[in-house]
């Protein structure tokens, strides 16, 4: 047989044997998402194969053939990733919802009492911290002083420190660490 013959005839297993190979390989217990790996697989391996012209039972060699591979693959997702049982009881949970609830609300406090203030002290808390610009960058930017832009700054600063409790603040800085 030809090169062309043989992979014409195994395209045509192919077709024919395809879904009844992942139906068998289901009830075999491979998983879902592998069904059409594995299939492919088996079919690449017959690629490979340059004798085919002597299976005389095409479709148990092909059925045969995915009962192996599907062996190989549970063995190898088996070892991929060894663990121990111990190792359960040692995980914890990475997040903590009631942190996460109260620094949610702390951002929130935090945002609207930003709100609060007067649009320039808001424009220029973006522009420092949002932005990260430098006082003569920010003066420049609104058409000011350097000096005004420090007043602003402070004057948020305080009305913030007014606005936003010790608590809130200790909120905070637990909700970060």
Known sequence: MTIGETKRRLTSWFHQWRLPLRKFLAHEGVRTNDLDDIAQEVFLRLLRYERSELVENPQAYL??????????WALRARSRYPHQAQWLLELTAGSQPEEAVACEVAQWRIAHAIHQLPPRQR???RLHFGEGLAHAQIAQRIGTSKRVVKRQLVKSYARLRL????DLMGELKHGRS
Request: hydrophobic fraction near 60%; charge should be negative; aromatic fraction near 6%.
């Open 63 to 72: 059925f045969r053939m995915a009962s192996n591979v599907a062996a190989e």
């Open 123 to 125: 424009e220029v808390l």
């Open 163 to 166: 606005e936003l409790d010790a």
